[in-house]
Nanobody, 125 residues
Framework: VQLQASGGGLVQAGGSLRLSCAASERISSNTHMAWFRQAPGKERDFVAVIKWGSRSTDYADSVKGRFTISRDNAKNTVYLQMNSLKPEDTAVYFC???????????????????WGQGTLVTVSS
């Protein structure tokens, strides 16, 4: 599976962006699709995840109530709607697909096999 992320850009604090991640083939119902982010000099951290079939979601505490992950089955695309953005949200955002991810490890970077190229989000203060 190839993943193509898009939608990053420069936004002022308090603004919104929507990221998209298009998959090159149909996503199976058991696959988890996730967003991670990596700020300069830091580790790649979990942001949000959705299980394709059930649409079950989970979020990092730092983005709960501000970010929403969703998917469009017809377009094989997962989205990350980001509202009330803060300067600390500045990072390269990566989408990932994990066909073998389970509930207990779905926030773990190592659980995901396929990765997109990343899209830069910059939030100015």
């Amino acid at each position: 599976v190839q993943l193509q992320a898009s939608g990053g850009g420069l936004v002022q604090a308090g603004g919104s962006l929507r990221l998209s991640c298009a998959a090159s083939e149909r996503i199976s119902s058991n696959t988890h699709m996730a967003w991670f982010r990596q700020a300069p000099g830091k580790e790649r951290d979990f942001v949000a995840v959705i299980k394709w079939g059930s649409r079950s979601t989970d979020y990092a505490d730092s983005v709960k109530g501000r970010f929403t992950i969703s998917r469009d089955n017809a377009k094989n695309t997962v989205y990350l709607q980001m509202n009330s953005l803060k300067p600390e949200d500045t990072a390269v955002y990566f989408c990932a697909a994990g066909p073998t991810v389970i509930q207990s490890n779905r926030a773990a970077r190592t659980a995901y096999y396929y990765w997109g190229q990343g899209t830069l989000v910059t939030v100015s203060s």
